[in-house]
């Protein structure tokens, strides 16, 4: 007998390596519009190229932070904060795909039709809003937002406070209430992205 071959054939497909490597033109195409800094420029280039290698380091939310900095650091303009609403967003998009995505595989272009689909639908909203806020800002609206840079570091602090400690609590089981019941543990919470068991 003969051991016949088992595979199968996408027709429209892409290396897996195409959306590593779309992070980092996205990164790459960010500072050098947004970014005025040469030295945060190469610490989002260097951090995107790590996300590559290393997606689980999460080193692309640090390069579309470098964009985000480089926005608040610069005086106000419509179109940079819509630039840096679009990149950030491609960027959040691509690092997660990124995650899932194996660098050898190959992708079947249907299969991120969805995670397009949602992308559009988001800029629909977001850039809307975006010059809605440029448009009815005061003219000195540094002024009165530096005052809240200390309350919004505070929120940041608890909300990362908040989401480690809701990872934390995700994994812990629960004990069962009696032995008629569903107990909390048996029931599903969340995604379960471990794979297949």
């Known amino acids: 007998m003969r051991r016949g071959l088992r595979s ?17 033109a996205m990164v790459w195409a960010g500072v ?55 990149l950030v967003h491609a960027i959040h998009v691509l690092a997660s795909l990124s995650l899932v995505i194996p660098i050898s ?37 540094e002024q009165g937002i530096t005052a809240l840079a200390p309350l919004a570091a505070v929120m940041l602090v608890l909300g990362v406070g908040l989401a480690l400690r809701a990872v934390r609590s995700s994994d812990v089981p629960r004990p069962a209430r009696s032995a008629g019941e569903e107990s909390v543990a048996e029931r599903p919470r969340g995604a379960n992205v471990r794979g297949p068991s």
Do not use: E, K, M, Y
Request: proline residues 9%.
């Open 105 to 141: 595989s190959r992708v079947a272009l249907a299969v991120l039709g969805p995670s397009l689909s949602r992308f559009c639908v988001i800029q629909l909203l977001a850039q809307p809003v975006v010059l809605a806020a440029c448009l009815l800002a005061p003219s000195n609206v």
């Open 8 to 24: 199968f054939r996408v027709r429209a497909a892409v290396p897996g390596v195409t959306v590593r490597l779309l992070l980092v």
């Open 32 to 86: 050098v519009v947004l970014v005025p800094f040469p030295l945060w420029q190469g610490v989002a280039v260097i951090a995107a190229v790590l996300a590559v290698v290393l997606p689980r380091s999460l080193a692309a939310w640090f390069a579309a932070a470098c964009l985000v900095f480089g926005v608040l650091l610069t005086p106000p303009d419509p179109g940079r904060t819509a630039l840096a609403v679009l």
